[in-house]
């Protein structure tokens, strides 16, 4: 793949600034200053890419935004706007992406995949951006439901981060923090690949969320809300709701699933106050289908996450062909419902199966979407313990980042009664060659290591069991693995290795001679007897999406492609 690369004036680091065409051999380095044109892997600058975006979780710029910005939550939008222009858009050439704007605190992300599945099933050209990635970061950007391949986000990076950085010096050296860049850049890809329309979620809250410059989407949801980021969005339910209510624009049509009296009276206040319409989902029951409606994602909280994107998608439909006869016929019931039924959303509430070992994966983070997960574990998990013909052993892989409430969370999974709880960092590998997508710099590792013991202590208090002298940390040569005395609890340094020892080798795509194993100490091993001897294996992995995206790394290798 040959590039066209810029050296920078100040610095011997080359920037990228577009594809051109297709090669093999690298060029010199030229002089500061002089364009030139070089030929390498595009695994290479895919990778250059990723780590020059990982700098923006921490530059100095970027944390003097946060400082700056925390007692004045509208300077967010407003250097938001000034980003944009630097990448050379304007917020008016937005209105051209017919957008729907979607926020909640759970299933928001869930809407959205049912929305642009039903939207792309009646033939359009789909964008949708989401949050947090699983496994690569370009899953935040998908056309047609598909991540945007590794060359194109290759050269809508670097024509962004150009724009970017060429301007920084005359804006105090500004430069837009991760998430920030990001949706610049999905603004920019979706306007240069010409979707049809444009499904973005929202990030945090939705008054002052980065995605709230859009000025004119053409409907807006808002799913279940609930307790998180009490920090930015405030400590009661019905604040969060005036966070919220903040996407809701005047004149454009707005949709909630159903909510508790306090938030529901909020929102309501909000679309008043704005200047626009606020719709109450139906059940889906209430949907007139032929046959049994049946939907791609599991669990029975899914259901309201289902019904807001049908209001979502049939009233973009009714804009876009300008009355509403024109998508109730035959042909708009049976691509909604197949849409449905065809939606697909990793790490949420999935199961894969490898052979003896079941992994039950669901990014719950907070205490009423872990309330959900448990539902469906305890519908789904018996249904497997059923056909194993044999003792099951259960497992609990589990981490929590942030303010999250983990022991609240842990208390409603002890009556799942697992036979091992284990606790490991969101670090998919403790070796140097980790993923630039999964890599944090926001978090140390010490900071990780002593949440993951103070959750081990938290479900050693929730089962009853006696207080253990302080654990051990062995260190040698690297990250730690630490060591427990007690058998139904362990903490490890990394999710291979935790996955690793929770499948005792039997998992053969946990067996790929390629992965590095982690020694782990015969104490430890000794502890594996029951894994080694039941006949399967059933590990829910939950608490954050971060490990679930880290543990797909590894038990799905699609997802690497």
């Not at 002089?34 to 695994?43: D, L, N």
């Amino acid at each position: 793949m040959t590039l066209e690369f810029r050296v920078d004036r100040k610095t011997p680091q080359i920037r990228s600034c577009f594809l051109l065409s297709l090669g093999h051999h690298a060029a010199p380095v030229p002089r500061a200053g002089a364009f030139t044109r070089v030929s390498c892997s595009i695994m290479n600058v895919f990778q250059d890419a990723v780590c020059t975006l990982n700098t923006l979780q921490t530059n100095a710029s970027a944390l003097e935004q946060v400082k700056r910005e925390r007692g004045h939550p509208e300077l967010q939008l407003q250097a938001m706007r000034g980003f944009l222009q630097r990448a050379g858009l304007k917020v008016d050439e937005l209105d051209r992406l017919n957008i729907i704007h979607v926020t909640g605190t759970k299933g928001k992300g869930s809407t959205c995949a049912f929305t642009e599945q039903i939207l792309r099933n009646y033939g359009f050209r789909t964008g949708f951006y989401s949050s947090p990635h699983l496994v690569q970061v370009r899953e935040r950007i998908r056309i047609n439901g598909q991540p945007i391949g590794k060359e194109l986000f290759t050269k809508y990076f670097w024509q962004v981060y150009c724009r970017l950085e060429e301007t920084k010096d005359a804006h105090g050296g500004s430069m837009p923090a991760y998430f920030r860049f990001l949706t610049i850049l999905a603004f920019h890809i979706f306007l240069q690949e010409k979707v049809d329309l444009a499904v973005f979620e929202v990030g945090i809250g939705g008054a002052y969320d980065c995605t709230n410059i859009i000025r004119r989407p053409w409907v807006c949801g808002i799913s279940s809300l609930g307790i998180d980021h009490t920090s930015i969005l405030g400590d009661t339910i019905e604040k969060i709701a005036w966070q919220k209510g903040g996407i809701f624009k005047p004149g454009v049509p707005a949709f909630t699933v159903k909510q508790p009296d306090g938030p529901k009276k909020v929102l309501q206040e909000r679309a008043e106050e704005i200047g626009c319409s606020l719709s109450v989902c139906p059940d889906l029951e209430e949907y007139q289908s032929e046959g049994s409606l049946r939907l791609g994602l599991a669990g029975h909280h899914q259901r309201s996450n289902a019904s807001l994107a049908l209001q979502l998608s049939h009233t973009w439909l009714q804009r876009h062909f300008l009355t509403g006869a024109s998508v109730v016929g035959n042909i708009y019931i049976y691509d909604v419902f197949t849409g449905l039924a065809e939606t697909e959303w990793p790490g949420r509430n999935q199961t894969l199966k490898h052979g003896p070992v079941t992994y039950f994966l669901d990014g719950a983070h907070t205490t009423r979407s872990m309330q959900a997960c448990v539902r469906w574990f305890n519908e789904i998990a018996p249904q497997h313990e059923r056909n194993a013909g044999g003792p099951v052993v259960r497992v609990l892989l589990f981490n929590a980042t942030g303010e999250r409430d983990c022991g609240a969370m842990l208390k409603l999974l002890v009556p799942c009664f697992f036979d091992f709880a284990v606790f490991c960092p969101n670090i998919t590998e403790a070796i140097a060659t980790c993923n630039a997508d999964q890599q944090n710099f926001n978090v140390s590792v010490e900071n990780m290591l002593t949440r993951c013991l103070d959750n081990q202590q938290s479900w050693r208090v929730l089962n009853g069991q006696e207080e253990k002298p302080e654990a051990e940390l062995l260190i040698g040569g690297g990250l730690a693995l630490v060591a427990e005395r007690h058998r139904d609890t362990l903490v490890f340094p990394c999710i291979l290795s935790a996955l690793q020892w929770i499948s005792q080798g039997r998992d053969s795509v946990l067996s790929d001679p390629n992965k590095c194993v982690i020694p782990v100490k015969p104490s430890i091993n000794a502890k594996a007897a029951l894994l080694r001897e039941a006949v399967n294996i059933h590990v829910l992995i939950t608490g954050s999406l971060h490990l679930v995206g880290g543990a797909l790394k590894h038990l799905d290798p699609a997802l690497n492609s």
